[in-house]
């Protein structure tokens, strides 16, 4: 049992890995960028092997199982493309910014 918004076994929110998905598949920024936004000094991992191992485990179905499968020739901005738009899916209305829309969407899949 884990507070919500908390995932289970993972060092991060679901919130906080959804925005990592929506920084890398949704805004164009890199690896190295998220990271720094996601984690500021946390890691000094080159490529952020995190955010792969995340997006390992929603195609696995052990993270986000409402996400549908990736196709074995996605690159991992696709991946993380695909996990923001499913979380912002969820949510209805207008949003002054994808962020917000994105909140909004994992609030109502937790």
């Known amino acids: 049992m884990v507070?919500?918004?908390?995932?289970a076994q993972r060092h991060y929110c679901a919130g906080a890995?959804?925005?990592?998905c929506l920084l890398l598949g949704l805004l164009g920024q890199s690896l190295e960028q998220v990271r720094r936004?996601?984690?500021?000094?946390r890691t000094v991992e080159p490529g952020w092997p995190v955010m792969r191992r995340w997006?390992?485990?929603v195609r696995q179905g052990r993270l986000f199982p409402?996400?549908?499968g990736f196709p074995p020739t996605?690159?991992?901005?696709?991946r993380a493309e695909r996990v923001?738009?499913?979380?912002?899916?969820?949510?209805s209305g207008t949003f002054a910014n994808p962020e917000a829309h994105l909140y909004a969407?994992?609030?109502l899949v937790l």
């Open 84 to 91: 923001a738009t499913t979380v912002m899916a969820f949510a």
């Open 74 to 78: 996605a690159k991992i901005s696709q």
């Open 105 to 107: 969407g994992i609030e």
């Open 66 to 68: 409402f996400v549908r």
């Open 55 to 57: 997006l390992e485990a």
């Open 3 to 7: 507070p919500r918004g908390i995932v």
């Open 17 to 20: 890995i959804a925005f990592a």
């Open 37 to 41: 936004r996601i984690a500021p000094g």
